[in-house]
């Protein structure tokens, strides 16, 4: 009656009756899944990741290889949203800067250049306790790895905070930093652009480059790690009573970052993990979703073969990049002056509009100071019982000679 074949029919009513018990060992595995998901959240201190980490999370902790798009509908049946970080009230408050008077910005956005090339660094704010005391963290990053290299956390945001954080990161890592044209990247923060820490990095043979103002994609990798980081433990951290439980929190997270947080993007590795692949070419792991690593090429292996067969591709690129970013890095002069002129003539009208409204409004003003004046004579030469009268505050409606106090409303 329904123009269906028999074996499609019977194939059906087995898939509902379960006669080979698959859908059982679906929903058993899907169990399985559900609870080592609660595992890592728990291990996580109660911070749900997305479906990328919890992919490999399940794959390094417990050795499950799951596609995203089911991680993806198991997160929906858990109801579990991923932690996301939320725009900073402060960011994008610079929208001018003069290109001619910036200060120069030596790594343009290209942030992965390799291992310990570019260490990118910034200043964020953290609170705690139950009057939120605010504590600064400033952190030196490897924009490549991922990894922190150092880092310190005050309660002043001066110098002094940015040069131990940079300290702790020369005693950790310098010997790993004594390539030539190691890049510190930072935004125009004064104490950045600061003679102390300006003459520090001189001194350890480091180029400094910095950002456009009010150009937070300049900086993006650090701006996103502290979005994270927020998103991470400010709750955490705004429970602690002391500032010393603030900031061993916050060391325990940044150390825990290093070595303990797999990243869908560092190949299933550590920051740490990833630094050393990269360097040595050896994968630390025996497989990486399936793959063993005997199936796998080392770094250095593919940088032959590359650069054997696409050297001179890579430096046809290379070159093209170079020009088109000379390109856009050049500028024309008459239109930046137009561009600076109609500025000046719009702040100037702004102004002049400013100027005409405020003179009405002195004018206004003036009026009601008269009629303020007229008042004060009126009610002086009222009989003592009519003033008596005056202090209930409703019986002003009922002279005229007092109306002004209906134009004082806008004063208020």
Not at 155 to 180: C, F, P, R, W
Request: with cysteine; charged share 30%; glycine share 6%.
């Amino acid at each position: 009656m329904f123009g269906v074949s028999h074996s499609g029919y019977y194939a059906w009513r087995g898939r509902q009756e379960d006669r080979d018990g698959k859908q059982a060992k679906k929903e058993a595995a899907a169990r399985e899944i559900c609870e080592k998901m609660r595992q890592i959240i728990l291990a996580r201190n109660g911070i749900i990741p997305g479906k990328r980490t919890f992919r490999v999370e399940l794959f390094r902790r417990y050795g499950l290889t799951v596609n995203l798009k089911r991680i993806a509908k198991l997160m929906k049946k858990m109801n579990l949203v991923a932690a996301k970080p939320h725009k900073d009230a402060y960011k994008h408050q610079a929208s001018h800067n003069h290109v001619c008077a910036a200060p120069p910005n030596a790594v343009g956005q290209d942030f992965f250049v390799g291992p310990r090339k570019v260490i990118l660094t910034d200043i964020t704010y953290l609170y705690y306790g139950p009057y939120r005391s605010t504590f600064y963290l400033c952190v030196f990053r490897d924009a490549y790895t991922r990894e922190n290299l150092g880092w310190n956390a005050g309660t002043n945001m001066d110098t002094g905070l940015v040069k131990t954080a940079y300290q702790a990161m020369i005693e950790k890592h310098g010997d790993e930093l004594k390539d030539s044209a190691v890049y510190i990247h930072s935004d125009q923060g004064s104490q950045y652009l600061s003679t102390t820490f300006k003459q520090l990095i001189e001194d350890d043979g480091f180029v400094q480059s910095v950002s456009a103002r009010g150009n937070s994609q300049d900086n993006a990798p650090m701006e996103s790690f502290f979005a994270r980081l927020k998103t991470d433990i400010i709750d955490m951290v705004a429970l602690c009573k002391t500032l010393d439980a603030a900031l061993k929190l916050v060391n325990g997270y940044l150390k825990a970052y290093n070595g303990e947080h797999y990243q869908y993007e560092l190949a299933g590795l550590t920051p740490e993990e990833f630094y050393s692949y990269a360097m040595t070419g050896v994968y630390p792991l025996d497989s990486y979703f399936g793959v063993p690593a005997s199936e796998m090429m080392a770094v250095g292996d593919l940088s032959k073969v590359r650069r054997k067969y696409a050297d001179e591709e890579a430096k046809k690129r290379r070159e093209a990049a170079a020009f088109k970013r000379e390109q856009r890095r050049m500028i024309d002069p008459l239109k930046i002056i137009h561009r600076d002129q109609m500025l000046l003539d719009q702040m100037i009208s702004k102004w002049r509009k400013a100027e005409q409204s405020a003179g009405k409004q002195v004018e206004h003003l003036k009026d009601i100071l008269e009629q303020v004046k007229k008042a004060m004579a009126y009610v002086a030469n009222l009989p003592t019982k009519k003033q008596d009268e005056l202090k209930d505050p409703l019986a002003w409606r009922n002279h005229e000679e007092l109306s002004y106090v209906f134009a004082m409303n806008e004063l208020f």
